[in-house]
């Protein structure tokens, strides 16, 4: 297959994590190996940057910036949530792409990002713009379709189960039988980050906290709630629980919102779990409770990265370009694969983007005990390999040293446009 030349493009999406960074690293440095990648341009702020054409020069970076995105949290291009709304949005980024002589364009986004992708893909085929569209998952709460694992995850849980057992500590010390410490993280509606808290537990003790993890794909029941509090809280001095910020009721309604608002996805800001249950173990036990919530913490966590997760975010990048100048693929989305049943080897693969559902991946039932408040070992089979190694920051100072474009822009030459 001969080589299609032009310019390329990367840009960010949704939420970010601890190693988005990473994948962008990768697409960076195998676009550079590729001599039919003519320049290498970064779209600011997702496809906000694409329709208002900002975009950077990314091949006038410094290696050590590139080198230092993989240990950098955040996302160094900018993010957005932004769905396109109207026909005219599509047709503004191919325009964008045609002057620009865009030929690859790589998304690091999540599920919703995808679904855009497959638009614009489908836009570009039949204007017969011959050009390579390629996704690249990237999510904290590990709810994407096709792909074994998203890139975030490890991370995520392994900043969380490090909390779990760090709080362990502090509470053991002031818990007399009275004492309820309670931690909120994210996921939406999905269980997965907080399911990631039972890596905590030390093998062969069951009663290692987190004592009671509470998950979306449970339905909460407030009397056996407190039932389970105080079952744990006759065993033990201190009862630990780990609650995602996406509990619902048997009726399927939030136990608790922070906004009634939605983004551009149609996502409403949820929060408020971890109060809820404080304030229901205050009133209905009367005992000591305290809550805390990891939310951007937790996915910005550097620190704490896991160096799979690292590894494989920069492989995904990567492979995003192989598959796209090697191979000539477009419309399809990177995926993350276990080569081997008995032992963990990840390799990349890739899925049609309109193979992506937009829904969530839900945390499998048979993961999940009959209790309703703990995970089995497959879940920790699962999980455990992804939190695996310890990521080397630079330090400037006392404090980790990340990287900051210096962003060189590229010229515009299209009308602004309205978004």
């Given at each position: 297959?001969?080589e ?82 109207k ?31 497959d ?45 779990v057992?760090e709080?362990?500590?502090d509470?053991?010390?002031?818990g ?62 201190y ?11 048997a ?18 800001q ?12 205050e ?137």
């Amino acid at each position: 297959m001969s080589e299609l030349e032009g310019n390329c493009l990367v840009c960010q999406s949704g939420g970010p994590t601890a190693v988005i960074n990473a994948s962008l690293a990768g697409v960076i440095e195998e676009a550079l190996n590729h001599e039919c990648i003519e320049e290498i341009y970064g779209g600011l702020n997702g496809v906000i940057g694409v329709l208002s054409e900002d975009m950077i020069d990314l091949a006038a970076e410094s290696q050590q910036t590139i080198r230092l995105l993989k240990s950098t949290p955040g996302s160094a291009l900018g993010t957005c949530r932004y769905a396109f709304k109207k026909e005219e949005d599509l047709e503004r980024a191919l325009e964008v792409f045609k002057a620009h002589d865009i030929r690859y364009f790589f998304y690091i986004g999540d599920s919703e990002s995808m679904a855009m992708l497959d638009q614009l893909d489908a836009l570009a085929k039949a204007q017969d713009y011959e050009m390579r569209i390629i996704g690249i998952p990237k999510t904290i709460n590990n709810d994407i379709s096709g792909t074994d694992h998203c890139p975030g995850y490890g991370s995520v849980i392994k900043h969380v189960a490090t909390t779990v057992r760090e709080m362990a500590c502090d509470n053991e010390s002031i818990g007399e039988g009275d004492y309820v410490s309670i931690l909120e993280v994210q996921g939406r509606n999905t269980g997965w980050i907080a399911a990631g808290a039972a890596l905590a537990k030390r093998r062969d003790h069951p009663h290692d906290p987190p004592h009671l993890i509470l998950i979306p794909e449970v339905a909460f029941d407030a009397e056996k709630f407190v039932a389970d509090v105080q079952k744990v809280l006759a065993r033990e001095k201190y009862c630990l629980i780990v609650t995602g910020e996406g509990l619902v009721d048997a009726d399927g309604n939030y136990v608790a919102l922070t906004s009634t608002s939605t983004d551009a996805f149609g996502h409403v800001q949820l929060g408020g779990t971890g109060e809820f249950l404080r304030n229901l173990v205050e009133t209905r036990l009367g005992v000591s409770a305290r809550s805390s919530k990891l939310g951007v913490s937790a996915r910005a966590a550097a620190h704490g990265a896991s160096q799979t997760d690292t590894d494989e975010a920069y492989l995904a990048g990567s492979a995003a370009v192989t598959q796209a100048v090697e191979n000539g693929k477009s419309g399809k989305m990177i995926t993350l694969q276990r080569a081997e049943a008995d032992s963990y080897k990840c390799e990349t693969g890739w899925v049609d983007l309109s193979d992506v559902p937009t829904g969530s991946k839900q945390l499998p039932a048979d993961w999940i005990n009959d209790d309703g408040i703990s995970v089995n070992f497959p879940f920790v089979k699962y999980a455990t390999p992804l939190i695996q190694g310890e990521v080397t920051l630079t330090w400037e100072n006392g404090l980790p040293n990340f990287a900051k474009f210096k962003g060189a822009s590229i010229d515009k030459v299209l009308p602004a446009y309205e978004i």
